[in-house]
Every structure is written in C-alpha cells, then in structure tokens.
C-alpha cells in the first residue's frame, strides 16, 4: 500500500532528438526499463544536508517576497505572505527538498533535462501525519516536474486525495458577546492551542488579581485545544463567530500567467508563476485554525479589529506571533496602537520553527539561550527580549508524584499480569507514521536490553490522534505498553516516570527541571531540544544507547546546577507574575531599556530589577 502522499511512481530517462528526456512513469513498469530509473521512494530516500535545504528554502523565499507579496493583502494591509508565511514556507520546503534529490541522484545530475509529468495526478497533495488537524501538505513529483516547465493540460492543482478529504473538523463556538459588547479590558489575549492557554492563563489571573482585566479570544477549531474558563470574573472569555474557518475560495490575484521568472534551486529553475499557482492551494482551502484560508483570514481580521475597537486594550497577548494567526493578530495590533507581547510556548533551537521571525514588541523566552535566538529572529524596530521563564511551568512543582505513579502503573498492569518495576514515558510529536514507527521500535528495543524490567507509557502530543499506536497496543510481550489519555498528557503522568524519551518535546525540559532522567532520541544530525548539550539529558541514537543510559539511573546522579538550568528555563514558580508584571510596567511606561536581563528571584536582596528587556537591536 502506497503511503498517502507518495506516488507509486519513478522516473526513467528517454531521449528526444538526441536530448535529455526524463518521464514519470508507473513504478510497476520500471524493472523493464533498461536506461536510468529510479523509483520516486528510493529519490526521496536519498541523504541531504538539511542546512543546504533550509539556505535554499531561504532563497526561494526572498524570491516570493520580491516576486509576489503584495499580490493580495488584507483590507488592514496584511500581504498574504507575510500572513501565510509558515504553510506557504512548509510547502516550499517540500519543493526545495525533492529538487535537491533529484540532483543528489547522479545519473540526472550527469544529464539534467526537462522531467514529464503524468496526465491527471494532482501536483498538491498531502503527506502522512499523525496530527488530528493539521494538513501536512506537499508537492507531488508531476508537480515538481510542472514547476520545471512541463505542460499541465490535464493535471488539476490539487490531488484527488488532497479534493476528496474531509474538511477539519470545527467545533462549535461557545456563545460569545458581539465585539462591540465586549468589556473595556487591558490585555487582550490570543489562543488556539492548549499550550497557548496553559501558557497565557496563568499570566491574566495574574493581572486579575492586581485589577486589571482581560478577554482571552478562543480561536481553536479542535475542541481538545479549546482555552477553559478563568475562576476569575476579570478573565473573560470570547470565541469568534461560527464557521469563520470554515471558509473557502479561489485566490484569483495568485492565478498568474507564466512569465519568464525564475528562481534557482541546485541548478534547476523554478517558475516563480507556477510556484505561486502551488501555494494557492494552500490560500483557497479552509485548513482550520492552524492553516485558514485567505477568505478566512479577511474575515478574522475584521472581527478582530470589532474586538479590539470594543475592549481597547493597552496590550494584545499571543504565545505564537508568527504562524497566521497570531501574524495577524499583531499587526491588527498595531494599527488599533496597542503594545504586543509574545511569549515564548515551546522550545526553540536555531532548526526547530518554520519561520524564525518574531513581530512582537516584547519577546518573553524561557532561558538564556533563547536569548540570541529571539535577538536575532525579532521583527519589529524596538522589540526587546526578556528572559521570565515560562509561565505553565510555575505549577510543576506542586505536580503529585505519588499520584501520577499509581496513574502509570494502573495503565501497564493488566491483571492478571504483573505490571513492570520501572516505567518510561514517551513524549511524542505528531511526526509522521513511519518516523514514529520507528522511534517505537527504537525505544522498545532499547528497553528490552535494559535490565530492570521496564514499561513504556505514550504521551500522546496534544494535536495527536492515538489511532497510529494501535500496533504498539497489540503486541502481547514485554516491554508492557500503553497510551496515556490524550487528556492527561505527558504532563500529567511525567513526574511518576523513572525516566522521560522525546525528541524535542518541550515536556523533555519540564521533566529535566522536576530531575526525571530525560533521553534524547535522535540520530546522528536530528534536532533534539539539546537538554545534553547542558547536561541535563542524555543523547541516544541507538537502543544501546537507550539501554546503557537506562542502566546508568541505577548509580548516583549530581543535580544539575541553576547555570544550566536557567540557560534551558528560568525556573522559580515565579514566571507567570513576571509576565504580569512586564506588562503592567510597559502599560504604565515604566519598563526600562536595558542591556541586560536579570534572573533574580523574587525577594532577593540584590536590589535589582527583574527580568528586564535586552533591545534586540
């Protein structure tokens, strides 16, 4: 069975008039070809350099912007591709890495020449994920041979999977005051993740209590990602109106004839006209709240403006200022001359995030080393960097270990069986089947050498559909396995682990800051968090090397020092006030330039303020 997304396809060289000719053919029939061929799978198997394809994503970018970015913008003045910038840079990224494999295969790198595409496929698809919402779009290979100038008669734009799937499933909104009835309040505040609002509540209960109020905007579309209602009667809470992400249609402005533009990707030369053609898909199909149509986004950016106009805040608040909500949000921010404040949600390393930009005035990150990563990815003339910790993190300590213990051994003891002696927790990411799949095996492997007798419980990741464990389930031997409810999280189960694995799951830093042992898993050139370049985890790319860590928590572990910690995560119970108060000060013109950041505890004797802005700039 072909994976969704991938085509049974290869390409075989032909020769026309004594020319290069390369075709798209049935993979079926390729053992009967006797000139070069290779199958699509095979190509895509091929090795790259992932910091080659991110500078020529780079590139291909600038070429958009220079080329196309003021082809549609918002009545607010929003250019598309500013707004769609991380789907629009995802599917590039598709392009860039099947272009480099296709160069990387020798036999076309000898005689490049013209690809033919096969009549009828679609050339935008979709990938496999494990997400419940996300859309993992990308290129087919008759649309990397169109983007190269073949003719497309006969080939629509999407492909019949990408034209027969289902719309993401949209949760009713919750009844919602008109924006015009909204309270005067000072911060308004934007989430549609639950990380958002685990990460945003803590900060406006904070403001409450000091007298100042707010309205959370909830802008999830996956009822688990919903934002639950504040205790407190200053924390309001509005949704926008129903099926606002629900809204489809062509992009007509992004329909442009071919021109002659070209960008240059390893050698090959990309129409920039059909290129744009591509991204349509992305702009004229509803996606939910993680990948809104351009209707949708006009629309969004309306209501909010009534929101904005109603509450007239001082502040607007995001945890994620570069994805096309939050995009937008900060620029509706601005023109209605209201600070904005990001906080950082999730870690960040220099490969980790789909666009490194942040439009924010005030970046609040979690640890110094997020310092140079928000200086250098800031956007906005005067924004200024603020190290306060991470707000979600502040309850960690009242976690109840002994609790979260029993919760685990209740999932791994199926009576009449005897549950194992020692638990790992996966903290997953909503990768793909097969990278997950093997990660799984990686892990159990590695488990199964360790002596100690462990069992494994999955956390799945909040956007996560847990069908894609079912196989894990099925197995009948040790290690034991299960899946925690999706409800519970690997939040909600870490604390009673005997060890924590995840690739870069940031649960990896809250598991390192309550001292659960932390694995890294990842091979050899894989973005992990990078806990063990702080000493704080231990890598492993091999089910060895999982063992002989497994093994190695049986000795004495030295804790780790607050230098390393505060480089990963600034932790003292205290994060969630210190935004608060960020806020509070910018609101009343007391925040001052700084050039350093401080981390001092609240109630130190230092005398010294804390947790001030370093300007970007």
């Known amino acids: 069975m072909t994976p969704p997304g991938r085509s049974a396809l290869g390409i075989v060289r032909a020769e026309s008039e004594g020319k290069p000719l390369w075709a798209l053919v049935g993979e079926g029939v390729l053992a009967t070809m006797k000139s070069d061929r290779i199958a699509t799978s095979e190509l895509e198997a091929l090795p790259y350099d992932p910091r080659e394809v991110e500078a020529r994503v780079d590139q291909v970018m600038e070429a958009l912007e220079a080329y196309g970015a003021d082809l549609?913008?918002?009545?607010?003045g929003a250019g598309w591709l500013y707004v769609q910038h991380v789907p629009a840079r995802r599917l590039?990224?598709?392009?860039?890495?099947?272009?480099?494999?296709?160069?990387?295969?020798?036999?076309?790198?000898?005689?490049?020449?013209?690809?033919?595409?096969?009549?009828?496929?679609?050339?935008v698809g979709l990938r496999s994920s494990s997400s419940r919402e996300y859309r993992a779009y990308t290129v087919t290979w008759s649309g990397i041979a169109y983007l190269l100038g073949a003719a497309a008669l006969h080939s629509p734009l999407r492909s019949a999977q990408l034209r027969s799937a289902p719309p993401p499933p949209v949760t009713?909104?919750?009844?919602?005051?008109?924006?015009?009835?909204?309270?005067?309040?000072?911060?308004?505040?934007?989430?549609?993740?639950?990380?958002?609002?685990?990460?945003?509540?803590?900060?406006?209960?904070?403001?409450?209590?000091?007298?100042?109020?707010?309205?959370?905007?909830?802008?999830?579309?996956?009822?688990?990602?919903?934002?639950p209602a504040s205790g407190l009667a200053e924390v309001n809470l509005c949704?926008?109106?129903?099926?606002?992400?629900?809204?489809?249609?062509?992009?007509?402005?992004?329909?442009?004839?071919?021109?002659?533009?070209?960008?240059?990707?390893?050698?090959?030369?990309?129409?920039l006209a059909r290129l744009l053609r591509l991204l349509s898909v992305l702009l004229e199909t509803s996606g939910g709240c993680t990948q809104p149509s351009w209707r949708s986004v006009v629309r969004a950016e309306t209501w909010l403006d009534g929101v904005l106009a109603g509450a007239r805040p001082h502040t607007v608040l995001v945890s994620n200022d570069t994805s096309p909500l939050g995009a937008l949000a900060v620029h509706a921010a601005e023109r209605h001359g209201a600070n904005t404040v990001n906080v950082q949600h999730g870690a960040w390393?220099?490969?980790?995030?789909?666009?490194?930009?942040?439009?924010?005035?005030?970046?609040?990150?979690?640890?110094?080393?997020?310092?140079p990563l928000a200086k250098a990815w800031a956007r906005h003339p005067y924004a200024e960097v603020h190290v306060l910790g991470q707000p979600r993190f502040d309850a960690l300590a009242g976690l109840g270990r002994e609790a979260q213990r029993r919760y685990l051994e209740n999932l791994l003891e199926p009576r009449p069986r005897r549950g194992p002696a020692r638990i790992a927790v996966w903290a997953c990411q909503p990768f793909g089947p097969d990278r997950l799949r093997a990660q799984a095996d990686l892990l159990l492997e590695g488990l199964s050498?360790?002596?100690?007798?462990?069992?494994?419980?999955?956390?799945?990741?909040?956007?996560?559909?847990?069908?894609?464990?079912?196989?894990?389930?099925?197995?009948?031997?040790?290690?034991?396995v299960a899946v925690a409810d999706p409800r519970v999280g690997a939040r909600g189960c870490l604390a009673?682990?005997?060890?924590?694995?995840?690739?870069?799951?940031?649960?990896?830093?809250?598991?390192?800051?309550?001292?659960?042992?932390?694995?890294?898993?990842?091979?050899?050139?894989?973005?992990?968090?990078?806990?063990?370049?702080?000493?704080?985890?231990?890598?492993?790319?091999?089910?060895?090397?999982?063992?002989?860590?497994?093994?190695?928590?049986?000795?004495?572990?030295?804790?780790?020092?607050?230098?390393?910690?505060?480089?990963?995560?600034?932790w003292r119970g205290d994060s969630a006030a210190q935004v608060a108060r960020l806020i509070a000060r910018r609101a009343d013109g007391k925040v001052p330039?700084?050039?350093?950041?401080?981390?001092d505890a609240r109630g130190s004797e230092s005398g010294l303020s804390q947790g001030e802005g370093a300007p970007a700039r």
């Open 72 to 76: 549609a913008r918002t009545p607010g």
């Open 92 to 123: 590039v990224a598709q392009v860039v890495r099947k272009l480099t494999a296709l160069s990387a295969w020798e036999p076309f790198a000898k005689a490049p020449g013209p690809v033919g595409l096969v009549p009828y496929e679609g050339l």
């Open 172 to 227: 009713a909104a919750v009844p919602s005051p008109a924006p015009s009835k909204l309270p005067r309040s000072e911060v308004v505040a934007l989430s549609w993740s639950s990380r958002h609002a685990a990460t945003l509540l803590p900060v406006l209960e904070e403001l409450a209590r000091s007298g100042r109020p707010s309205v959370v905007v909830d802008l999830a579309t996956d009822p688990a990602e919903r934002c």
């Open 239 to 271: 949704s926008p109106p129903t099926g606002l992400f629900e809204l489809s249609g062509a992009v007509d402005a992004l329909r442009l004839s071919d021109d002659g533009h070209v960008v240059q990707v390893n050698g090959h030369e990309v129409q």
């Open 349 to 371: 390393t220099a490969e980790s995030v789909a666009w490194p930009a942040l439009h924010s005035r005030d970046i609040a990150v979690m640890g110094e080393r997020d310092l």
């Open 449 to 480: 050498k360790a002596d100690g007798d462990w069992g494994l419980v999955i956390a799945p990741h909040p956007v996560q559909s847990i069908d894609v464990f079912a196989p894990l389930l099925e197995r009948d031997v040790r290690p034991l």
């Open 496 to 570: 009673g682990a005997d060890a924590l694995a995840s690739a870069y799951s940031t649960c990896g830093i809250e598991a390192a800051l309550l001292g659960v042992p932390v694995l890294e898993l990842g091979s050899p050139g894989e973005r992990t968090l990078g806990l063990s370049d702080h000493g704080l985890a231990r890598r492993c790319s091999t089910a060895d090397d999982i063992a002989d860590a497994l093994v190695a928590l049986r000795g004495p572990r030295p804790p780790a020092h607050r230098a390393e910690m505060d480089a990963v995560c600034r």
């Open 593 to 599: 330039h700084a050039y350093h950041v401080h981390h």
